[in-house]
């Protein structure tokens, strides 16, 4: 079948849900308590060791496959506007975060700011820090890299909802 990766990305929420959920059964069911002169079999919860494996490996197999079948189409296909791959994509995104979170201080900064000294060491000299570059720089630098990574966000939410790949589910 064909299916976009929000699509699998749906589909392994779902499976790694299945999964948690098969293994929350099993740690209430696999093992119970029983009082001294209780009967056994009447607080026995229902179990079967063997078909939960069997149960959770098949779980374990489908997340394998689709997560690889992710990783080819995120290595394989190219984000045309910005001709990378998607998992170039999901490298480039958080560094354009991180530089726009730099940039944003940088161009916070007035250009001369008197520095103020508490403890030991402070004397009745009055200091000033200065910025070393020109703000105006970092001011476009950030509009520049908040426009690039708006655009690279809408790039890959596009590549995700629209391009679909083959799955075998």
């Not at 402070?122 to 105006?136: F, G, V």
């Not at 690279?152 to 391009?163: G, K, M």
């Amino acid at each position: 079948m064909k299916i976009t990766s929000s699509q699998a990305s749906k589909m392994l929420k779902k499976l790694n849900n299945d999964y948690n959920d098969l293994m929350n059964l099993e740690s209430l069911s696999s093992t119970f308590l029983a009082a001294v002169g209780e009967d056994v079999e009447s607080v026995r919860p229902e179990y079967s060791y063997a078909e939960t494996r069997a149960k959770a490996d098949e779980i374990n197999s489908r997340i394998r496959k689709l997560r690889h079948a992710i990783n080819v189409f995120n290595s394989t296909t190219v984000i045309p506007e910005f001709n990378i791959t998607i998992d170039e994509m999901l490298v480039l995104i958080p560094q354009l975060n991180a530089k726009l979170y730099r940039l944003g201080q940088m161009k916070a900064i007035l250009p001369k700011q008197r520095q103020e000294i508490y403890g030991k060491n402070s004397t009745n000299l009055i200091d000033y820090k200065y910025a070393n570059y020109e703000i105006s720089d970092a001011e476009r630098d950030y509009s520049v890299t908040a426009d690039t990574l708006a655009r690279a966000q809408l790039a890959l939410d596009y590549v995700n909802a629209n391009v679909t790949f083959e799955f075998d589910y």
